[in-house]
């Protein structure tokens, strides 16, 4: 997964806590992206962005807020956590989004715990 | 809606046969298709990708088709090795959406 850096690696959190996660990649890539992904399940995107200055809701964007400052970062913020936001997150970039066959790049993933 | 899924959540190969692991979409407007591999605690990696007005592409012992009329793809690895052992997904592209609709994945173990 050259490229795309997230800390922290494992994290545990109390409800009601709040943390953001980090995400940055050296690729110069336009588009950055942030998954979840529940035991036994495939990917849900949560927020999605196509540049700096520039972000959108996935599937899942309830209790998280995003900002793309920079074109090398994309932080996940978790403004009150919840027992249902336990799971692994996942961030991923490529150079102009998803059309064409663009390579997308993930990170290692971050290993969320809410009690 | 969409939905991308898989038919069989485990398989098991004897090492150096070849595995084919499948995975149904529903959604026809998609602009192409990709296999992922993640191994245990680490991100998804590219395997392969398919355009939807492909039917097959190979790749370094993998091969992909796709078949439109029955909205089916299937990923061939031929002469499997321990270190395929993983879970594989399929993603499909939902045009003008940016987003990967991941299936469920299937987790593929090689026995020696």
């Known amino acids: 997964n050259a490229g795309v850096t997230q800390t922290p690696k494992f994290q545990v959190l109390k409800t009601g806590q709040s943390m953001t996660l980090q995400c940055a990649q050296d690729?110069?890539?336009?588009?950055m992206s942030w998954y979840r992904q529940d035991p036994g399940m495939g990917l849900r995107l949560i927020h999605y962005?196509?540049?700096?200055?520039?972000?959108d809701q996935g599937e899942v964007p309830n209790g998280y807020n995003v900002s793309r400052s920079t074109t090398e970062d994309f932080p996940l913020r978790l403004l009150s956590a919840a027992p249902s936001q336990t799971s692994v997150y996942f961030c991923?970039?490529?150079?102009?989004?998803?059309?064409?066959?663009?390579?997308?790049?993930f990170g290692e993933g971050s290993w969320l715990t809410v009690v | 809606g969409e939905s991308v899924g898989l038919h069989l959540p485990t398989l098991s190969v004897q090492e150096g046969d070849n595995s084919i692991i499948n995975c149904a979409y529903s959604?026809?407007?998609?602009?192409?298709f990709i296999w992922y591999k993640q191994e245990s605690g680490k991100g998804p990696q590219f395997i392969i990708d398919?355009?939807?007005?492909?039917d097959k592409r190979q790749g370094q012992r993998v091969t992909v088709l796709l078949n439109k009329t029955v909205k089916h793809l299937s990923l061939q690895i031929a002469a499997t090795q321990p270190g395929d052992s993983a879970v594989y997904f399929c993603?499909?592209?939902?045009?003008?959406?940016?987003?990967?609709?991941f299936g469920q994945g299937t987790r593929l173990t090689i026995n020696p």
């Open positions: 959604n026809s407007a998609s602009d192409y």
């Open positions: 991923a970039s490529s150079y102009r989004g998803l059309r064409g066959r663009n390579t997308i790049y």
């Open positions: 690729m110069n890539h336009e588009y």
């Open positions: 993603a499909e592209y939902v045009s003008g959406a940016q987003k990967l609709v």
């Open positions: 398919i355009r939807s007005n492909m």
């Open positions: 962005s196509v540049g700096a200055g520039i972000t």
